[in-house]
């Protein structure tokens, strides 16, 4: 069974940095797409990022480019969300997702894409 555990979330102000990790349990995480998403109060679920199984490929929501970086370790098997420049609009609970597919595929942002899902992690941003 693929699991998916996130950390990394917490209360810091606006400005600041954090870093989202979530581990992947099994060998096969190189071969997965890897998204994470966001949901905010009263929101409905956003997409926010997403890399290839190799790292090549990356894509970004146009509220967080350049300001947040995704990136994997497969030899960890985690993948990370680098946040910097924080903003209050940014806090959410923040979501990792998996797609086992073998090839990379411009409906990255798509919620049904990805068949795995950890259980969140809270970011707020105060002002």
């Known amino acids: 069974q693929v699991q998916l555990v996130e950390s990394g979330g917490g209360l810091v102000q606006a400005g600041a940095s954090l870093r989202l990790s979530c581990a992947v349990s099994?060998?096969?995480?190189?071969?997965?797409?890897m998204g994470w998403f966001r949901q905010a109060p009263g929101k409905e679920r956003e997409f926010v990022s997403a890399?290839?199984?190799?790292?090549?490929?990356?894509a970004y929501a146009d509220s967080v480019k350049g300001r947040f970086t995704i990136s994997r370790d497969n030899a960890k098997n985690t993948v990370y969300l680098q946040m910097n420049s924080l903003k209050p609009e940014d806090t959410a609970i923040y979501y990792c997702?998996?797609?086992?597919?073998?090839?990379?595929?411009?409906?990255?942002?798509?919620?049904?894409?990805?068949?795995?899902w950890g259980q969140g992690t809270q970011v707020t941003v105060s002002s």
């Open positions: 099994g060998r096969t995480f190189s071969s997965y797409n």
């Open positions: 890399i290839s199984r190799r790292g090549i490929n990356t």
């Open positions: 997702a998996a797609d086992p597919r073998l090839v990379w595929s411009t409906n990255y942002a798509s919620q049904g894409k990805y068949d795995y």
